[in-house]
């Protein structure tokens, strides 16, 4: 996981958070979004993250149902 936040200004002076998160085998999952402040960036990277690995864990759990179907049904040969 990598995440990079940068803190930038509105043209009336106003701060706000751009921030970007890469995540998942070799970071191939990017996600990038602006908050009014860090806690609110922080809080998006934590949720993006969750959602990220609950899609990892859901596609591991359908092959492993798909393994033991193979298996059951003898599709060896």
């Known amino acids: 996981m990598k995440v990079k936040i940068l803190n930038k200004f ?11 998160l890469w995540d998942g085998p070799n970071g191939v999952e990017e996600v990038h979004g602006y908050a009014s402040d860090l806690i609110v960036a922080f809080s998006k990277i934590v949720e993006w993250r969750e ?12 092959d492993l ?11 060896t040969d």
């Open 10 to 20: 509105t043209p009336d002076g106003k701060e706000f958070f751009e921030w970007w």
């Open 51 to 62: 959602r990220i690995a609950a899609d990892y864990v859901e596609e591991v759990v359908k």
């Open 65 to 75: 149902e798909t393994l033991k179907t193979f298996l059951a049904n003898n599709e």
